[in-house]
């Protein structure tokens, strides 16, 4: 299986910050990667597939780049309802596989 | 809009088999495209992926759950199902229902979209 590892496990920002959540694969996994934001309660939401490409209806504060095994997931300007946990996950080979999650929290 | 929607027993017993089933609404269940996934989270903790189904039958299992998980599609009913037996209190979580989407380009990306809103299975006597 393919290990995926994100860092750091959680952060602590301020509205308006900029946020980098980083993601490493433990072999290349080329630009197979998808990032989710999940709210407390809730599913998981698609932000970024294909490592850079912005999911329909996503704000463009969000933005995902990297390839083979790291990769990097940029909230610009971080806004009240960007609080939450984000994911990373391969889709180069099943098992599909997640990385444990970055918690964004208000500083 | 296609919506997914989790369904099935929110308790079941230690060696019992955990059974839910995922209707899917608003768009096309035996599209070529689509791979109709389960998905589980711990409490606290984060995703696990079970498997998935083609439209066709063909399934592809973790192979940390194959002995026990059997995902099954009904086309009829725009449905498919996940049977989890010999559960144990390590079972416990939110279970997810998903389509995965493979992109028609030259290179083949795949990604969950849309989730089901998830059900919590307990594990319990």
């Known amino acids: 299986d393919i290990q995926m590892t994100q860092s750091p496990s959680s952060l602590s920002a301020s509205v308006g910050d900029r946020v980098t959540i980083t993601c490493r694969a433990s072999?290349?996994?080329?630009?197979?990667l998808n990032w989710y934001q999940q709210k407390p309660g809730k599913a998981p939401k698609l932000l970024i597939y294909a490592a850079s490409s912005l999911q329909s209806g996503v704000p463009s504060r969000f933005s995902g780049s990297g390839s083979e095994s790291d990769f990097t997931l940029t909230i610009t300007s971080l806004q009240p309802e960007d609080f939450a946990t984000y994911y990373c996950?391969?889709?180069?080979?099943?098992?599909?596989?997640f990385g444990q999650g970055t918690k964004v929290e208000i500083k | 809009q296609v919506q997914l929607q989790e369904s099935g027993p929110g308790l079941v017993k230690p060696s019992q088999t955990l059974s839910l089933t995922c209707t899917v609404s608003?768009?096309?269940?035996?599209?070529?495209?689509?791979?109709w996934t389960w998905i589980r989270q711990h409490p606290g903790k984060g995703l696990e992926w079970i498997g998935h189904?083609?439209?066709?039958?063909?399934?592809y299992y973790n192979p940390s759950l194959k002995s026990r998980v059997t995902i099954s599609v009904d086309m009829s009913k725009n449905q498919f199902s996940l049977k989890l037996s010999s559960v144990t209190a390590a079972d416990t979580a939110v279970y997810y229902c998903?389509?995965?989407?493979?992109?028609?380009?030259?290179?083949?990306?795949?990604?969950?979209?849309?989730w089901g809103q998830g059900t919590l299975v307990i594990v319990s006597s």
């Open positions: 189904i083609f439209y066709s039958g063909s399934t």
């Open positions: 072999q290349s996994i080329s630009s197979y």
């Open positions: 996950q391969q889709s180069f080979s099943t098992p599909r596989t």
């Open positions: 608003g768009g096309s269940f035996s599209s070529g495209d689509y791979y």
């Open positions: 998903a389509r995965d989407v493979e992109n028609g380009g030259s290179e083949r990306y795949n990604w969950f979209d849309p």
